[in-house]
Structures are given as C-alpha cells and as structure tokens.
C-alpha cells in the first residue's frame, strides 16, 4: 500500500512526522513529499539526513492543491502529524483553526485524490480516564481536558461523523519520547528534559503528588518509545484493511522513577531525584494514571514486541542525545536483496 504512490507526511519535519520519513526510508520508500512550517527552531535538522523528494510549506500546499487537487501528481497515502502540539497552548482559536481546520481541509482534499489518510489524534482526547483505556470507547463520551485535547477530539467526531473512520484511520499516541524531538520547547519528553537537568545541574525535578494513593515520582504513564511509534503506524499503513480509531501506546505503564533511572544510569550519574510543587494551573488537568489498551492494534496483525523502557531510554540517551545525532545520522540498514 505503501508504494502504490507519493506518500505526503505533514509535520514531516517535526517529531513524530519526521521519524516516520526515516522508518519509510528504512522500508525503501523514498517518494515523499513533506509538507511543514518551518520556524526558528533547528527542526530542520531533523530533514538533514533523510531522503525525500520535496517540501512544501503548510499554506502554500493547501493553496495549490485548493486550486489544483492532482497537482502533486498520484498520492496513495497521506500521513497527516501536522498539528500545535502544545497542551499548554491557550489561544483556543488558534488550536481549533490549526489541528481542526487545516485537517478538515487535508482530509477532505485526501478523499478527492482518493489517497488513504492516516492522522494524529491524542491520548489526552482521553481527559481525566485513568487505567487502561481502549480505543474502542464512544467518542460521545469523552470530555478533554484542555484546549488541545478538544481540537484533537473535535476532528475525531468530524471524522467519525462524515464516515472518514470508515476509511481511514486516527492514530491515538500515548507519551512518546525519542530522537527528533529537540526542537519541541517545553513540549518535549521527560526523557529528553531529564537529560538536560542531569546535564546542566546533575539532578532531575519531578512533580509531588498530591493524591494519597500515588506516592511522589510514582504517578504512571504508558510511555513509548519513537521506533516502535512508527512500527505500529506504518504497520497500519501498510494495513489495506486497517480503519478507524487506534491506540499507539505500549500497553503497559512505567512511573516517572522508572523513567528517570535509566537516564542517570546512561549518563554515569547516581539517581538524584527533586520533588517540587506542581503548578496550580496544571494540578485540575493532571493525569496521574495512563495505559493503552492495544488490541484493536494486535488484532490488526502487528505482532513486534515493544521495546523495554530502559533499554529504549538507553538508546536513545546513549546513541543520539549524548552525541547529538538525529534519526538517519546513523548507518543506514543494509536492504536484502531476494
């Protein structure tokens, strides 16, 4: 499915958008076209290694394709990670033109090109649920619990409402850390942020809690690591049955002690561990307990095992936050020839 034309990723510079530009790479497929806004940010960085056939800034490939839909030539899939990925963000307008809007176009436009389309939908559409949560749940029923989250779940009623989940599929990440994702300010993972604080002050800052059933630094997340991210979307992709709504989660949840060990053990550092006060602001949002429930995903056929947190951590502290290095800095795998 997956070369039966160009593939368009948007956010293809940014995290998740460019890593699954390295893991098409890593299956050969090089006729990409990535569509991005480029910013400050050294997110261009992320592009430096990886191969593709073009790039086209956000608004002006909406603009071309509103004026002309087939300019971009024969699109079998469209990979759409572009989005404001800030749950802090409180421009709700913003939000809701961004992640609703401009998605309603790309998809819209998608179902003109008959190109299949895949999209970034959030566990935090999830709000205030704790445990395993499945994928399988009523839209309906949700109640996000900040602006984002609400421009997230908004386009998954709009999907569901106009049959484009009948189609197409809407991918639910959990907490996803990994390389490529330097560039994401306060939005970046804990792993990525723990590192700077181990670096910079050789100690690590973690929330208290404030609920008497979770001791400090054991609040619980299900946290997956970016290769696997992209394993279980292109496994999708490649999927010609695959529709609807799908957790990408790794089934399982860590605390943030769990999390942090492994990243002093990468340094050569001794666990030194800060508890501070939670913001006020945050402390009405905050969830303390999230896990995927990813059957619908295994009943898809994906069948590879999820990376164990330390060793994720590991890698990814040791192989490319240490040396600075971005997915594609490595060696390329060598392809089998049959």
């Not at 050789?202 to 054991?218: I, P, W």
């Not at 989660?249 to 002690?257: F, I, N, Y």
């Amino acid at each position: 499915m997956l070369d039966r034309g160009r593939v368009i990723v948007t956010g293809g510079a940014g995290f998740i958008g460019s890593a699954l530009v390295w893991g098409l790479n890593r299956l050969g497929v090089e006729r990409i076209l990535i569509v991005d806004r480029m910013d400050h940010s050294e997110k261009w960085r992320n592009l430096a290694p990886l191969r593709f056939e073009d790039y086209v800034e956000a608004d002006d490939f909406l603009d071309q394709a509103g004026r002309a839909p087939n300019c971009f030539g024969s699109i079998g899939t469209v990979l759409h990670l572009g989005a404001c990925s800030s749950t802090t963000e409180t421009d709700s307008a913003f939000l809701i033109g961004n992640n609703l809007g401009y998605s309603q176009r790309i998809a819209s436009w998608s179902s003109v090109v008959d190109a299949r389309f895949f999209y970034a939908s959030s566990a935090a559409t999830y709000g205030a649920l704790e445990g395993p949560v499945s994928d399988d749940l009523p839209l309906a029923g949700l109640r996000p619990l900040n602006a984002y989250a609400l421009s997230k779940h908004l386009f998954d009623r709009w999907a569901e409402r106009t049959g484009l989940l009948r189609r197409g599929v809407g991918l639910k990440y959990f907490n996803v850390f990994g390389p490529n994702e330097q560039h994401k300010g306060d939005m970046r993972s804990m792993v990525h942020r723990a590192f700077c604080q181990i670096r910079e002050t050789g100690r690590v800052r973690l929330f208290r809690s404030l609920r008497a059933e979770f001791k400090d630094g054991e609040q619980r997340r299900d946290f997956l690591y970016v290769k696997d991210a992209v394993a279980m979307t292109l496994h999708l992709a490649a999927n010609p049955s695959a529709a609807g709504i799908f957790n990408v989660g790794s089934g399982v949840c860590h605390t943030w002690l769990d999390l942090v060990s492994p990243i002093f053990e990468a340094c050569g550092k001794a666990p030194a561990i800060e508890f501070i006060d939670m913001p006020e602001q945050l402390r009405a949002k905050y969830q303390y307990h999230t896990c995927a429930k990813i059957e619908r995903l295994r009943d898809s056929g994906y069948r590879n095992e999820i990376t164990d947190l330390r060793a994720a951590v590991a890698d990814y502290v040791t192989n490319y936050l240490i040396p600075d290095l971005r997915l594609g800095d490595e060696p390329p795998v060598a392809r089998q020839t049959e």
